[in-house]
């Protein structure tokens, strides 16, 4: 109880010397000073405190503080993201403006040193933090080998095809090493854990060509499913010739799921052939794939009759839509009024007017009649010819088309 005691008194010293106006800034640097001379200590005592004062107080001597306990990469990156989540909370305090993100220069420390400490954390943060710099960020996650930030920023970046190079990289990096533990003298353990690894990356590729394909043209589209495709063949032909009697191929499960992706995105046709053609299928020993195959031919013609059938529907839905305002327009209207209701001049007068502008009336539905002209002055939309009412008009009297 002393020990909090005592250090809630050393924060609070700190603060006010370093916040309040009644000291001279010759006291306050000196303080400053002895802030980063004790700096370790003081992280230590309170690693929140001591970022709050670092915000509020010596927000531009981070770089120095970093160097101080630059032998210890935990503590720089425990220190940095306590500076982070402060900021995040409270954007005002470190410039003053409200809104202000946590600066760019200090963004980059902290993402270099997050792939140090916690590379498993770098994804999920920029993907959901912006304020960094993408090409400083990308180089830093190429430095240390992580390819899933990598392929976010390439991919953000507009770079699909690159994204997707280094994907397969890794994928086939995984692969390689899949092949070795699936011999028998292999570990469960080791086997169990490069599958698990090899089962992520195949379906972040996937995920990948799900989310990069649908801004891509059909022939781009289907090159890129079919790579996949090809290599995943390739690599089920390997586990074929090096797997030992006791372990079955996971890979071909993979190779279904892939396909199950592929489905929607590539013509049934193109990989459809891909997979007969291929030497491990040629005659007719379709495996593991033979009811996944056997299902995406059904699901195929299911969907080829259903659509046949929405468009028949939607073809006599028209065609009757079409049906009903030729009849409609057919029919005879009959007015039902004598006069027009805009002028008060009568409309029999029309048919023998030396006026042109009255010889033209407009009917409603309705069966209530005007003058042409008068609908004109009445009502703001132009008409495409004088000779008809215009279609956009309604009644002036009941408001019917």
């Not at 400053?32 to 970022?51: C, E, G, M, N, Q």
């Not at 353990?189 to 590729?205: I, N, P, Q, S």
């Not at 063949?233 to 010739?241: F, G, P, Q």
Request: glycine residues 4%.
């Amino acid at each position: 109880m002393v020990f909090a005691r005592s250090q809630g008194y050393i924060f609070g010293f700190l603060q006010r010397v370093l916040i309040s106006p009644l000291y001279e800034e010759a006291d306050r640097q000196l303080v400053r000073d002895a802030f980063i001379v004790r700096f370790a200590d003081l992280l230590a005592l309170d690693r929140a405190k001591t970022a709050q004062l670092t915000v509020s107080s010596l927000w531009n001597d981070v770089p120095r503080l970093l160097k101080v306990i630059s032998s210890d990469i935990m503590g720089q990156y425990l220190f940095v993201k306590a500076l982070f989540d402060f900021v995040l909370r409270t954007p005002s305090t470190a410039t003053g403006s409200e809104g202000t993100a946590f600066p760019m220069e200090y963004h980059d420390i902290f993402i270099e040193l997050m792939c140090q400490v916690r590379p498993d954390t770098v994804y999920d943060h920029i993907r959901s933090n912006d304020g960094f710099d993408a090409d400083r960020a990308l180089e830093v996650c190429r430095k240390y080998g992580l390819v899933k930030p990598m392929a976010y920023l390439l991919e953000k970046r507009g770079d699909a095809d690159q994204a997707l190079d280094i994907l397969m990289e890794e994928f086939n990096r995984m692969v390689c090493h899949y092949l070795v533990s699936q011999r028998d003298e292999a570990s469960t353990e080791e086997y169990e854990k490069t599958l698990h690894a090899t089962t992520d990356t195949a379906r972040l590729v996937m995920d990948f060509c799900q989310r990069v394909g649908m801004k891509m043209d059909q022939p781009s589209r289907e090159k890129m499913w079919l790579r996949v495709l090809e290599f995943m063949l390739s690599a089920i032909k390997s586990t074929d010739a090096t797997c030992g009697d006791s372990r079955k191929s996971d890979l071909r499960i993979l190779c279904v799921d892939l396909l199950k992706c592929m489905t929607g995105h590539v013509d049934l046709l193109v990989f459809l052939k891909l997979i007969l053609e291929d030497p491990a299928y040629r005659h007719g020993k379709f495996g593991e794939l033979r009811d996944l195959l056997l299902g995406i031919v059904d699901a195929y013609s299911y969907e080829t009759i259903l659509l046949s059938s929405t468009r028949n529907l939607l073809y006599r839905d028209i065609h009757n839509q079409i049906d009903r305002k030729k009849k409609s327009a057919s029919k005879a209207i009959s007015v039902s009024n004598d006069t027009c209701k805009i002028c008060d001049m009568s409309l029999r007068i029309a048919s023998y007017s030396d006026d042109k502008e009255k010889t033209h009336l407009a009917v409603f539905r309705c069966g209530h009649a005007f003058h042409t002209v008068c609908l004109k002055n009445l009502q703001s939309t132009p008409s495409k010819s004088e000779k008809e009412p215009p279609r956009a008009f309604r009644c002036p009297e009941c408001k019917h088309p």
